[in-house]
T-cell receptor, first 110, second 115 residues
């Protein structure tokens, strides 16, 4: 089952923050976050395993609430390079695949 | 660092023809995944292999088949191509869950155009 991502799109000015949410109706083993630029491959950002840990990479961090089957990606002090489509990919305990959300298009303007 | 290699990068075929896409995973990765991405859409899972055995199957048409070889590379075979098969096909690879680090890394993709 495909996870639900929100918002569909967000426009930011450099330095602004944003939150992207991802929710699933099924029990999850892990949540993966990717960023994809037009015509390119999805680039791995981070993975969160069940346990509710929060991870960070520079000014991009994420959390995973396994009780609610929800994950959030936090973009802090956005940079122009953050523009792209962000996908969450979810994986159940018995899965060997990712089910991707529909994506959130982030546009960062100077 | 070595990345996932896919070939060819671009492929143009006519309806009813066949196509073979190849994927070479990152060294020491034993799991390979295939995804199909249409314009403006999210990647759709097709099939995955772990240690040369099919590990999961998604919305892969019966016209498509895939396998993973002893050197862990994988091939996606597509027959009786239809216009709707035109898409970007990504291969991704990962280490096994037992390794504790199994994030999927995507290759650059093969753009298939069916005319």
């Amino acid at each position: 089952q495909q996870p639900v991502q929100s918002p569909q799109a967000v426009i930011l000015r450099e330095g602004e923050d944003a939150v992207i949410n991802c929710s699933s109706s099924k029990a999850l083993y892990s949540v993966h976050w990717y960023r994809q630029k037009h015509g390119e491959a999805p680039v791995f950002l981070m993975i969160l395993l069940k346990g509710g840990e929060q991870k960070g990479h520079e000014k991009i961090s994420a959390s995973f609430n396994e009780k609610k089957q929800q994950s959030s990606l936090y973009l802090t002090a956005s940079q122009l390079s953050y523009s792209g489509t962000y996908f969450c990919g979810t994986e159940g305990s018995n899965d060997y695949k990712l089910s991707f959300g529909a994506g959130t298009t982030v546009t960062v303007r100077a | 660092a070595a990345g996932v290699i896919q070939s060819p990068r671009h492929l143009i075929k006519e309806k009813r023809e066949t196509a073979t896409l190849k994927c070479y995973p990152i060294p020491r990765h034993d799991t390979v995944y295939w995804y199909q991405q249409g314009p403006g859409q999210d990647p759709q899972f097709l099939i995955s292999f772990y240690e040369k055995m099919q590990s999961d199957k998604g919305s892969i048409p019966d016209r498509f088949s895939a396998q993973q070889f002893s050197d862990y590379h994988s091939e996606l075979n597509m027959s009786s191509l239809e216009l709707g098969d035109s898409a970007l096909y990504f291969c991704a690879s990962s280490a096994s869950r037992a390794s504790g680090s199994y994030e999927q890394y995507f290759g650059p993709g093969t753009r298939l155009t069916v005319t």
